[in-house]
């Protein structure tokens, strides 16, 4: 499967809302394989379709990424990664924790996000079936930062205004000094 081009930030299609997956087709697994390989080359533990330009409501994640135990503390890990998540909707969020992130849209800055510390999930897999799951640790993060990109809401968002501010003149900088690419 090819590798496709990641959009960094700014780009304006990382701020449109994604619309759902209605067929689940051999276009749509082609897709996800591809978003996966992607993720895996860039390297990533998530990629959310509008981060390769596709608007629609599709995800790939493996957790196991972040971890040389292959354990993120989550109870998911008998499920073989990647997964891929269609159309998925927060049912319940519980608790609260802040934690560094990342993005594979904003590559090589980081920063401080709060978010549930476990929640419920109802999306389709490539076949079309639907789930209803719980998560918490990583991969509760991880499938709140990739939904958050369907909604065309970037991890900076999350952050303190004073925080945002700050990364987002640093990635100017960046810019300005040829370190960070502003489109894909």
């Known amino acids: ?7 960094h930030y700014p780009d304006p299609r990382l701020r449109r809302v994604c619309v759902a997956v209605e067929r689940f087709d ?3 697994r082609e897709l996800i394989a591809s978003m996966a390989e992607t993720m895996y080359d860039a390297p990533g533990v998530g990629l959310a379709a509008p981060q390769v330009g596709e608007a629609i409501r599709l995800l790939v994640y493996d957790p196991r990424r972040d971890d040389d135990d292959g354990d993120d503390g989550d109870d998911d890990d008998a499920v073989e990664p990647p997964r891929a998540v269609i159309n998925p909707e927060i049912l319940q969020r519980e608790g609260s924790v802040v934690g560094e992130e990342g993005c594979l849209s904003v590559p090589h800055f980081y920063g ?14 490539g ?10 640790g990583l991969t509760a993060r991880i499938l709140q930062h990739e939904i958050d990109h369907l909604d065309g809401v970037v991890f900076l968002d999350r952050m303190s205004a004073l925080k945002r501010d700050i990364l987002k003149r ?8 040829g370190e960070y690419t502003l489109t894909a």
């Open 26 to 28: 051999d276009a749509l």
């Open 112 to 125: 401080d996000v709060a978010r549930a510390a476990r929640i419920v999930v109802r999306f389709q897999d």
């Open 170 to 177: 640093k990635i100017k900088k960046a810019a300005k000094a």
């Open 1 to 7: 499967m090819p590798i496709l081009p990641i959009l």
């Open 127 to 136: 076949e079309g079936t639907v789930h209803e799951e719980a998560h918490e």
